[in-house]
């Protein structure tokens, strides 16, 4: 069983930056694929970026260029960087993790795994 952690979220002004993370104390997250999503209110869950095992990163078309998706195997952390935030960002971010020894995946059907999530607000 993998239990996930997330933090790091909180209030932000638009155009500002947050890193989200999400941690697993046990098994390590370093052989597992792990995804972000987020649903934002009245909206579905949406898919955020993805990092595979051993590696390899998913992003859709509207993250690029604002979010990236980094793993820590030191720490067991893999994070979610997400800069020039805006309102429409504002969602419940959710990290999930997939495996163990699998790529990463846009589809949240396809993960084992979730953590809480954390609220991400973006302010105007």
């Known amino acids: 069983q993998v239990q996930l952690v997330e933090s790091g979220g909180g209030l932000v002004q638009a155009g500002g930056s947050l890193r989200l993370s999400c941690e697993s104390s046990?098994?390590?997250?370093?052989?597992?694929?792990v995804g972000w999503f987020r649903q934002g209110p009245g909206k579905e869950r949406e898919f955020v970026a993805s990092?595979?095992?051993?590696?390899?990163?998913i992003l859709p078309d509207p993250a690029k260029g604002r979010f990236s998706i980094s793993r820590d195997n030191a720490k067991n952390t893999v994070y979610l960087h997400m800069n020039s935030l805006s309102t429409e960002d504002t969602a419940v971010y959710y990290c999930?993790?997939?495996?163990?020894?699998?790529?990463?995946?846009?589809?949240?059907?396809?993960?084992?795994?979730w953590g809480q999530g954390t609220q991400v607000t973006v302010s105007s």
């Open positions: 999930a993790a997939r495996g163990p020894r699998l790529g990463g995946s846009f589809h949240p059907n396809d993960y084992h795994y």
């Open positions: 046990e098994p390590s997250l370093n052989n597992y694929a």
């Open positions: 990092i595979g095992w051993p590696g390899g990163t």
